[in-house]
């Protein structure tokens, strides 16, 4: 299931930038999220993995806190992506006249930035919150 994921969504990157008709806005943040998508599926499942065939089940400290961050990361931005999108399709609908001025590209790489900036630091809010809690620390989970 975790090859069929990554592999879905390289397809509709690779989809999306070998067609030129596909060069818009919907579809580059749609490409977008689907990279989120590979790196969110890819900060769990391949521990989880690992941790099958070894037949373990602990996670250091500093590692549940880096995967817990790259979730957090990932899970964020295809949050705010998908709350972007939703914004595109609001103005393609509500203003088609104006879209292609509202939604210029400059706009777009913005708001990918933009999610990506807030992702970073929501996760490393969280982060600040886990590390107040000192009974987990030297601790293997």
């Given at each position: ?7 879905g969504n390289l ?44 037949h373990s089940r ?9 995967q817990m961050s ?72």
């Amino acid at each position: 299931m975790y090859l069929i994921t990554v592999l879905g969504n390289l397809l509709i990157i690779l989809a999306v930038n070998a067609d030129s008709h596909l060069h818009t806005p919907m579809y580059f943040f749609l490409s977008n999220l689907s990279l989120a998508d590979i790196c969110f599926i890819s900060t769990t499942v391949p521990k989880m993995i690992v941790d099958i065939l070894t037949h373990s089940r602990a996670i250091s400290y500093v590692g549940c806190l880096t995967q817990m961050s790259f979730l957090i990361i990932f899970g964020s931005m295809d949050d705010l992506l998908l709350t972007v999108m939703a914004y595109d399709r609001y103005v393609a609908i509500c203003h088609p006249l104006h879209y292609p001025v509202i939604m210029n590209p400059h706009l777009c790489v913005f708001f990918v930035f933009v999610s990506l900036l807030l992702s970073l630091l929501d996760s490393q809010l969280h982060n600040l919150i886990i590390l107040q809690f000192a009974y987990f620390k030297n601790v293997d989970i």
